[in-house]
Every structure is written in C-alpha cells, then in structure tokens.
C-alpha cells in the first residue's frame, strides 16, 4: 500500500523532510520558532558533549573552557537565522568554527553548525556561493592549524592534521551536495505541482468551455426549431384574422396552415429534447435539419406568405453531414427573417455548387432586419447563422439591398475528406 507524503514546511521553505500524516498535524501545532530553537540547542547539546568526550580522552588538547563554550553557543545560536540570512550565518558559524580549532579546542564535530549553514545555503539555490565558503573554510581551517603550529602562535600539538582536513572537506562536500539536491527536488516538486494547478484550471476551463459551447448549440437548435414555426404560425392567424370577416371560406386554408407549422415546432422540439434526456442520441435535430427537406421548408414559407423563387446552379452527389445541416438551417433562418420583416415579398433563394464550396444566397424585396441602437444587424438569428457558418470553416455576410430589402450569403466548404456525407442535397439543375 502506497503512502503518502507530505511538504512539511520549516524556517521559510517547502522542504519534504518525509514526513508521514501522522505526524503533520502534530508538527504544524508547533510554532516555527520553536523548532529552529530547537534545532539549534540540539545542535549545541550534540557538539558540546563531543568535545567534552574528547577532551576527556586526550592529554594533549586544551580543555573547554568559557571561550570555548561561547564561540559554540555564538555557532549554534546563529543556526537560528539560517533561513533569514544563510550567507551571514556561514560567516559567524565559520569564523566561530576557526577560532575554535585554531585555540585548539577538541572536537572536530564543532563544525557541525558550519556544515548545516552551507547546506542551507545550497539549498536556497546560492550553490557556488557554498562552494566557495566551503572551500575557504577548509582551506582556513588547515592553514590555521598548521601555520599556528608551524611559527608557535598555538599551544599544543597539531590537531588538525592532514587526514582530518580529509574528512573535513569530504563532509564539506557532501552538505554542499545534499544542499543541492534538496534545491533540485523542491524545484521539481514546485514545478510538479504547478503542472497539478495548470491541468487542474485547463480541465476547469475545458469543462466551462464544453458547457458554454453546448449551452450556446442549445439555444441555437431551440431558436431554429421554433422561431421558423412560430414567425409563420404569428403570420397565418393575423392574415385569418384579417379575412375572418371579410371571405370565411379561406380561413381553414390558414387555419391548415397554422396546424402544419405547430406540429413542425413541436417535431423539432421534440427532437431537441430526446437528445437532451438522452446523451447517447444523435446530435440534435440530424434527422431534422437536411437539405433533403428543403421542399418543405420553401412550402412552409409560401404559405407565410412568401413568393420564393429557387434557383440551383450545379449539382453535389453528396455533401459533408454537417455541411447539409449548417445549409439548411441558414436558409432557414433567412426565411423566417424574410416571413417576419417582410412579409408577402418576393424572395430569391440561390444555390450555388462549385467543387469545394456551397454558396447560398437569399435576397428579399422590400423589408431588412431592425436594427441595433449601433447600427447593426446583430440579432440572434444572424448570430447564429454566422456561429453555425464559422462551425464548418464557412463564412456568412448580410447587406441591405438597393430596392430596400435584404441580402443574406454564405459560402461553405463541401470537401468531404474523412466526414461523413449526406446524400439530401437537392438534385436539380
């Protein structure tokens, strides 16, 4: 069974120190303060006592005495403002350190404090800067010793002979190492987590992305299936109004009309939401939205009203799936403008087939959109139209006519390399 470990944090930096959760609340109830002062009377309770051991097992050092205990307390207590100051800390500690060696005092484990202010100052990311003190502080250290010796400026035999400048460089090295690769590990565990916080926001924003998008194609199916119907339902009760009075006998031809346009509303709405209730649908309105149900689409306008006129230029034996939808509902959406805005006017509906693009285009007489306060047609219909046409990599422009009507196109690219096809476009010529 894997563990799990956490970053327990100390002095002023995220270290992992392998820390297991049963002890992390138990250590964060801790003030920070705390443990560096008890890292630091560890430290001195440790040092101390091995120089008390070795001056008791040897006959030729000096004993500790007041000064030698004060320059390890002066080395350890610094070992208090590590994190805060770790360049001023090797300095103190390595000056203490000389000093201490040079009387000589025993105990070569009073660098102790020097070692740990090197590592820290690896770890903080100063590594030749800890080299280098490192270096300097065993080069000082055997020179100390042995030029003291050397001229009789120290009492005493020489202490730090040449195998414990060994030992001492080799512990030197290996603090600054240690240093080093524990500011190498928290850089990748940084850098671990901040990949963790990217995902983590890019699979946020993916996931609002995907509801966003879908929220918007709702709409979008929802205003295609029943604005249509219900601009021509609107159109055909005001005309039998408007005839109720005058000639009865034509009611039930718009009464008839406005049974046919309702039961479409509520066939595509019924289709919208199967697919909403049921994820592993179609996507919404396929069956739906075809240019193989063209012919109805102009019936439905003619009975609003409308004079249309189609016209096709070339052919296209099959069209991308999507490409067939997008088309259908652009004309669409361009009829039920036309039904709304300019009612019982003559419109031109043109097809254009080319090798790798369908042009569409629809122009009415007398009628445009109305317009925005700033003077633009950016109304949901044509949003749509234009983040449908944008869907397929088409494109969709509207401009108002000489004659006082309005002109819908739309170009959209039919290669239908790898995308499934439909065979619905119409066939004439």
């Known amino acids: 069974m894997r563990s799990t470990r956490y970053v327990l944090r100390m002095g002023y930096d995220n270290v992992d120190y392998g820390v297991y959760p049963g002890q992390v609340d138990h250590l964060r109830r801790i003030p920070r303060r705390w443990l560096d002062i008890s890292l630091a009377l560890g430290v001195f309770a440790f040092i101390l006592g ?13 004993p500790l005495d007041v000064l030698a205990v004060a320059l390890l307390a002066v080395s350890c207590a610094a070992l208090y403002f590590r994190n805060r100051a770790p360049l001023m800390v090797c300095c103190v500690t390595a000056c203490c350190s000389i000093v201490y060696y040079g009387v000589p005092y025993p105990g070569i484990v009073a660098s102790i ?11 903080k990311g100063r590594r030749w800067t800890a080299i280098a003190l490192g270096l300097l502080f ?7 010793s042995k030029v003291g010796v050397l001229f009789g400026l120290i009492d005493g035999p020489d202490q730090l002979n040449t195998d414990p400048a060994l030992i001492l460089a080799g512990w030197t090295a290996a603090f600054c190492i240690a240093g080093e690769t524990t500011r190498q590990r928290r850089a990748q565990l940084h850098a671990a987590n901040e990949r963790a916080r990217e995902a983590e926001r890019s699979r946020d924003e993916a996931a609002q992305r995907m509801i966003n998008e879908e929220r918007i194609r709702i709409a979008r199916e929802l205003h295609d299936a029943l604005t249509h119907a219900i601009s021509i339902i609107n159109v055909q009760a005001s005309v039998g ?3 109720a009075s005058k000639q009865p006998e034509r009611m039930a031809e718009h009464l008839t009309a406005v049974k046919d346009a309702s039961k479409e509303a509520m066939r595509e709405l019924r289709a919208t939401l199967e697919v ?16 193989a149900r063209l012919d109805e689409l102009l019936l439905g306008a003619e009975r609003a009203g409308l004079a249309v006129r189609l016209e096709v230029i070339g ?4 069209l991308p799936e999507k490409v067939d939808q997008v088309a259908y509902r652009i004309l669409q959406e361009s009829l039920t403008n036309v039904a709304k805005h300019a009612a019982r006017s003559n419109t031109h509906v043109r ?3 080319t090798p ?23 109304r949901l219909g044509i949003r749509g139209m234009r983040e449908r046409a944008d869907s397929v990599g088409g494109i969709v422009s509207t401009e108002a006519t000489p004659n006082g009507g309005f002109r819908v196109r739309a170009s959209l690219p039919i290669s239908s390399s790898g995308i499934p096809v439909s065979a619905g476009a119409p066939d004439r010529v």
């Open 241 to 243: 109004l408007h005839l």
């Open 50 to 62: 091995g120089g008390l051991l070795r001056a008791a097992d040897s006959a030729f050092e000096q």
């Open 356 to 378: 790798d693009q369908l042009q569409l285009e629809v122009d009415n007489e007398n009628g445009r959109p109305e317009r925005t306060e700033q003077g633009s047609t950016n």
């Open 315 to 318: 052919k296209a034996d099959q």
């Open 351 to 353: 097809m254009r087939y």
């Open 113 to 123: 404090p020097t070692l740990l202010a090197l590592y820290v100052l690896a770890a």
């Open 138 to 144: 065993c080069i000082a250290m055997l020179l100390v």
């Open 276 to 291: 909403l209730r049921d994820n592993t649908s179609n996507p919404l309105n396929e069956s739906v939205a075809s240019l």
